[in-house]
């Protein structure tokens, strides 16, 4: 467990495994939601036989398929970068806490 003091008395206790634990839940989530997105769009379906109208849900489709691809994308960035800063704080315990 690591302990940060800001001089003034204050500070942050940090549980890697915490860290480690939010990582996974935030990849897993992260895999969720690809995963949903990945389940068919809407011009898999509908087809209102007005072009104007078609034309907007094909945008709005590429839309929210690029949207949910980059929400997953960055929740599977911030799960590593917490199983990596937890690694980091591990070693730091060790080496510092013999």
Do not use: H
């Amino acid at each position: 467990m690591a302990v940060i003091a800001d001089g003034g008395g204050g500070g942050i206790t940090v549980a890697p495994s915490s860290l480690t634990q939010a990582g996974s839940a935030v990849k897993s989530a992260s895999t969720q939601v690809q995963e949903a997105g990945a389940s068919g769009g809407l011009n898999a379906c509908v087809s209102t036989g007005y072009p104007a109208l078609d034309g907007a849900l094909a945008d709005f489709d590429g839309r929210w398929t690029s949207n949910v691809s980059r929400s997953s994308s960055a929740g599977e960035d911030l799960g590593a970068a917490l199983s990596a800063a937890s690694a980091a704080y591990t070693q730091t315990d060790s080496c510092v806490i013999p």
